[in-house]
Structure formats: structure tokens, C-alpha cells
């Protein structure tokens, strides 16, 4: 129904950059808001950032002042700016939306998730 695909994913020295996109296709009414996740081998998953449907964003406090998030309302995609690599920012960056779908009788809002891209920060 609904697919995510996360690209940008590449290995860097620390203090470096890398962009991050995620592109939604399928069947949606609309996105009501979009986000970014990481995950370490054996750690939880980490939020990192998310931007509203109004376009209001929300940072984790280990990634605000390095990274930014942004929208193409048009295009259903998502985009991670990341600034200034370090190598704990090594993990998979997890793209997820939650989109607005329709019955006959209502709407109601579902998160999906992507299935992830790898960032390797080297020292």
C-alpha cells in the first residue's frame, strides 16, 4: 500500500556532511507528518527529528545544531541534512511518516516506516 525509500546512506570522516532522503509513493491522502530515526546494533531506536504537517520540526538534543529535516510538499518526500558527522552518529537512519488514509466513513492516520540506510562515521 504504502512505500518508503530511504537513500543517502554513505561512510564519511568525522565532520563531514551527508543528506538523507526519503521518498513516500502509494496510497495516501495526505502526510501528516514526517520523521527520522536511527538505530545501533543493540540499542534502541533513537528519534533524531520529525517536521509537522504545519512544518513545525522537533530535534533530539544529540543531533540539534547539526542536523535538519525538511519537506517537499509536493514531491512526498523527506530530507536529513547532516552537518558535522561524528562516529556516534553511526547507525541505520530510519525514515517514517504518518499518513492520513480514508475509509467511507472517516479518516485516520497510520505510521509507516522505511526500511533504512546505513551511515558510517569514521574517527
Known amino acids: 500500500q504504502v512505500q518508503l525509500v530511504e537513500s543517502g546512506g554513505a561512510s564519511v570522516e568525522a565532520g563531514g556532511s551527508l543528506t538523507l532522503s526519503c521518498k513516500v509513493s502509494?496510497?495516501?491522502?495526505?502526510?501528516?507528518?514526517m520523521g527520522w530515526h536511527r538505530q545501533t546494533p543493540g540499542r534502541q531506536r533513537e528519534f533524531l527529528a520529525s517536521?509537522?504537517?504545519?512544518?513545525?520540526?522537533d530535534y533530539a538534543d544529540s543531533v540539534k545544531g547539526r542536523f535538519s529535516i525538511s519537506r517537499d510538499y509536493v514531491g512526498n518526500a523527506v530530507y536529513l541534512q547532516m552537518n558535522r558527522l561524528q562516529p556516534e552518529d553511526t547507525g541505520v537512519y530510519y525514515c517514517?511518516?504518518?499518513?492520513?488514509?480514508?475509509?467511507?466513513?472517516?479518516?485516520?492516520?497510520?505510521?509507516?516506516w522505511g526500511e533504512g540506510t546505513q551511515v558510517t562515521v569514521s574517527s
Open positions: 517514517n511518516v504518518d499518513l492520513r488514509h480514508a475509509t467511507p466513513e472517516y479518516f485516520y492516520t497510520q505510521e509507516w
Open positions: 502509494g496510497k495516501f491522502i495526505s502526510i501528516a507528518s
Open positions: 517536521v509537522a504537517a504545519v512544518g513545525g520540526t
